[in-house]
């Protein structure tokens, strides 16, 4: 979590400093979410994030580097340079991406899904999506599909409260219970503490193993915050929320909590805090020294990749 939140503020800086191009998403604020759940899977298990992909990527082991090489649109990046901050894939980890259009990844999750039963393999898709892509028409065509067919895939809604500057009870018409939305289709639903990574990680871990074990999808609500603005090219409350709201949820500050937790029952010390401070500071900086010294993609690999 120390990790997601260090890189971020940094890719924050680099994209003041123009190193960073593009639409630039960060994710502080909801560092639990992505570390619980995917320390809840084995490494052969699939994971789709939206656009708000540079946590769950890193969550999954990425490298750093590779990561921030990518941010800065340079050859060594995971996607070549290709892909940007909304495009993050790293094949090796089964990270699918990194997918810009709302509620657009959830049918290529339920398709992987679908290949991994009908080649009778025993995993499952994790797929992390925001609130805002709940009333789209490809969640719910999507829901009712994995519900008919039986299909291994958690489909983690995280509510961050707001899509854009459209807060949840305005978007969502059953807002109070988002994880009733899949209800409708039969599919087993629960809601977690998204700022708890032990709370996340349980309850993910019992939920991949009941898709895992019955063959069917489940749909898991994580409770959550984002800190920043919508992307970076919004103020940190704008219009839409107030800063008195956004300090009182600082006040569950997903680190400060597993911190506090952590030094109450003697799980770690003042010094072991520091000491992991100050690797992923070192972790951070060599990820943007080798970002910053990298080439920018040849112009003869324009075309390598692109499907037509
Ligand atoms: C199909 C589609 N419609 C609209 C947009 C513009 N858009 C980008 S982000 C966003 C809000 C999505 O909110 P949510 O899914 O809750 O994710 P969060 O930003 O909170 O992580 C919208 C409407 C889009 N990218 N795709």
Partial sequence: ?????????????????????????????????????????????????????????????????????????????????????????????????????????????????????YRGGGQVVLCFFGEGAVPSGACHETLNLAALWGLPVLFLCENNRYGMGTPVERAVALYSDVAQNAAAYGIEAGRVDGMDVVAVRDAVGKAVEQVRTRQRPYFLEAVTYRFLGHSMADPAHGHYRTKAEVDEAKKRDPLLLLR???????????????????????????????ADASPVPPVTALEDGVYI
């Fill in 260 to 290: 506090t937790r952590m030094l109450s029952e003697r799980l770690a010390t003042e010094d072991d805090f520091k000491r992991i401070e100050q690797e992923v500071a070192q972790v951070v900086r060599e990820a943007v020294e080798f």
């Fill in 1 to 117: 979590m120390l990790l997601i939140r260090r890189f971020e503020e940094r890719t924050a800086e680099m994209y003041a400093l123009g190193k960073i191009g593009g639409f630039c998403h960060l994710y502080i604020g909801e560092e639990a979410v992505a570390v619980g759940a995917v320390d809840a899977l084995q490494p052969d298990d699939y994971v789709f994030s939206a656009y708000r992909d540079h946590g769950h990527c890193l969550a999954r082991g990425s490298d750093p580097k590779r990561v921030m090489a990518e941010l800065f649109g340079r050859a060594t990046g995971l996607c070549k340079g290709k892909g940007g901050s909304m495009h993050l894939v790293d094949a090796a980890r089964r990270f699918l991406g990194g997918y810009a259009i709302v509620g657009g990844h959830l049918p290529l999750a339920a398709g992987v899904a679908f290949a991994v039963k």
